[in-house]
């Protein structure tokens, strides 16, 4: 069993609908983070988060230590959002190395 | 603010050739971190530097793999000699405080062995 789990593995959404993206872990964390990933493209750091919630724009994450949980929201969701968006953890230890989850294909259809 | 900067962002080679993949960290920032990226894998930690000393090289496949830091703008990952199971995008990342800032990646480098 992975130690990050996301789901669902592909989702598909039309322009506008309210989009969420799940993730499981099952070990110590210092950290969370949402990374996205645009096909052929680089890597972006969305969030890096350890508590509570963190909003950019149209992004919203938030996290529930105790039940090892985090959610990625996306409200009113545009065709350029389609993207992978993947969950990573950071150890325990502040300096730990990342653990990545496999990801979630996001695609939205004007 | 430049980002990290990677070079090639492609390259092509035959099996049994050495492949050099270079990295320059933003500047000011301590860690500098090698990916592999598979379809098969996913995202894998190869190794990581701070203040240009290797901490973590664990995820380096085996002897084949080798990388430096020979100062803080620079890294390379060398691969010798390459084989066509070592195809795979190849992120170099950076962080200024790795566990308290998060990690900028650079464009990736797509290699293919052929």
């Known amino acids: 069993k992975n130690e990050v789990e996301q789901s669902p593995q592909n989702l598909t959404a039309q322009e506008g609908e309210f989009i969420t993206i799940n993730c499981s872990y099952s070990v110590g964390i210092s950290a969370l983070h949402w990374l996205q990933q645009h096909p052929g493209g680089g890597i972006v750091s969305l969030f890096m988060?350890?508590?509570g919630k963190k909003k950019h724009g149209r992004l919203i994450a938030t996290i529930n230590i105790q039940e090892k949980h985090s959610s990625l929201h996306i409200t009113a969701s545009h065709p350029r959002d389609s993207a992978v968006y993947i969950c990573a953890v950071t150890g325990a230890g502040y300096t730990d190395k990342l653990i990545f989850g496999t990801g979630t294909r996001l695609q939205v259809f004007p | 603010d430049a980002g990290v900067i990677q070079s090639p962002r492609h390259e092509v080679t035959e099996m049994g050739q050495e492949v050099t993949l270079r990295c320059k960290p933003i500047s000011g920032h301590d860690y500098l971190f090698w990916y592999r990226q598979t379809m098969m894998r996913g995202l894998e930690l190869l190794i990581y530097f701070n203040n240009n000393v290797p901490i973590d090289d664990s995820g380096m496949p085996e002897d084949r793999f080798s990388a430096k830091m020979p100062n803080a703008s620079f890294s390379t990952l060398k691969i010798q000699p390459s084989e066509p199971r070592d195809s795979a995008v190849y992120f170099c990342?950076?962080?200024?405080?790795?566990?308290?800032?998060?990690?900028?990646f650079g464009d990736g480098t797509r290699l293919s062995i052929l």
């Open positions: 988060l350890s508590s």
């Open positions: 990342a950076s962080s200024p405080l790795w566990g308290r800032q998060p990690q900028h």
